[in-house]
């Protein structure tokens, strides 16, 4: 069964920046979509950014697009969120998901993802 382990959260001052890291055991690394969600209290989990297998094709929600970037090192197993000009609002649980086997399509739907992280905090404050 795969594991995916995420990292790098925090507290961060508002502008300031963070490095989430999510690394996957497994096999196959490679056929496998990846996404990254968040929740705050109280609301909903949401898409935050997908990269397909290659790493060449990124999707991003309206709300972090141009704050914050997704990549994968294929070789290492590893998807990085790299994220700058951090807001409260960004204040939430960041989880990370894989998708389904064989599928390159970047989908925002929970519901396309097959397995999830247990999460890594972020709190935006000052």
């Known amino acids: 069964q795969v594991q995916l382990i995420e990292s790098g959260g925090g507290l961060v001052q508002p502008g300031g920046s963070l490095r989430l890291t999510c690394v996957a055991s497994g096999r196959s690394f490679n056929m496998y979509v990846f996404g990254w969600f968040r929740q705050a209290p109280g609301k909903e989990r949401e898409f935050v950014a997908g990269?397909?297998?290659?790493?060449?094709?990124?999707e991003y929600a309206d709300s972090v697009a141009g704050r914050f970037t997704v990549s994968r090192d294929n070789a290492k197993y590893t998807v990085f969120l790299q994220t700058i000009s951090l807001k409260p609002e960004d204040s939430a649980v960041y989880y990370c998901?894989?998708?389904?086997?064989?599928?390159?399509?970047?989908?925002?739907?929970?519901?396309?993802?097959?397995?999830w992280g247990q999460g890594t905090q972020v709190t935006v404050s000052s």
């Open positions: 998901a894989r998708g389904r086997y064989g599928v390159n399509h970047i989908l925002r739907q929970e519901s396309e993802y097959v397995d």
């Open positions: 990269i397909n297998w290659s790493g060449g094709r990124t």
